[in-house]
């Protein structure tokens, strides 16, 4: 089993729409949780960042954290076609380094 | 900000080849890492220095592969000899903290091992 898991779509939406992103992980010492961006023929770019459980919002764009059951989310409102890209969540433990461990990504397309 | 950069951008060779990809990081960044990206295993860490200093080569999948950082504005790493199944995007990624802080990621390199 991984320790991060992720949809990989591709998952579809008309423009507008509210997209929601999910992943689950097994390791209960992350405690910093990432959703990074990935355009087509790009690297990644950091998109979102947590420390521990709640939520965090920024313009559009929504990341929650239940470190309980162990499960992260990204929610995109009012999606754009400048939306599509793959979106990697990632996550890692504190103190001093620690390996930042990615997801698969999901592949999102937003139709004008 | 000329931002990460790292060269060649493609690379087509065939197996048993040397290939050698490089990396210039952002200037100030301290932290550089290399990762491994395909469909099926995701991004994957292959291996992280601090200050120039390898901390993590646990990712390394073996011997065939290497890296180095002579000093803080560049890094190479480099496959020896080369196998179709290292086909991979390579992306090299900097950062002025630990992993867990921003990672700036480069254009990456598209390796095609024939």
């Known amino acids: 089993q991984k320790e991060v898991e992720q949809d990989p779509g591709p998952l579809s939406v008309p423009e507008g729409a509210i997209v929601s992103l999910n992943c689950t992980y097994s390791?209960?010492?992350?405690?910093?949780f990432m959703w990074y961006r990935q355009y087509s023929r790009k690297g990644p770019e950091l998109l979102m960042y947590t420390y521990s459980s709640g939520n965090k919002e920024d313009g559009r764009f929504t990341a929650q954290v239940d470190k309980s059951s162990k499960y992260i989310s990204l929610f995109i409102r009012d999606s754009q076609p400048s939306d599509s890209a793959t979106y990697l969540c990632?996550?890692?433990?504190?103190?001093?380094?620690?390996?930042?461990?990615f997801g698969t990504g999901t592949k999102l397309q937003v139709i004008p | 900000d000329a931002g990460v950069i790292q060269s060649p951008r493609h690379e087509v060779t065939e197996m048993g080849q040397e290939v050698t990809l490089r990396c210039k990081p952002i200037s100030g960044h301290n932290s550089l890492f290399w990762y491994r990206q395909t469909m099926m295993r995701g991004l994957e860490l292959l291996i992280y220095f601090n200050n120039n200093v390898p901390i993590d080569d646990s990712g390394m999948p073996e011997d065939r592969f290497s890296a180095k950082m002579p000093n803080a504005s560049f890094s190479t790493l480099k496959i020896q000899p080369s196998e179709p199944r290292d086909s991979a995007v390579y992306f090299c990624?900097?950062?002025?903290?630990?992993?867990?802080?921003?990672?700036?990621f480069g254009p990456g390199t598209r390796l095609t091992v024939l």
């Open positions: 990624a900097s950062t002025s903290g630990t992993g867990a802080d921003t990672q700036y």
């Open positions: 390791n209960s010492a992350f405690q910093y």
């Open positions: 990632a996550m890692s433990g504190s103190g001093g380094y620690q390996k930042v461990t």
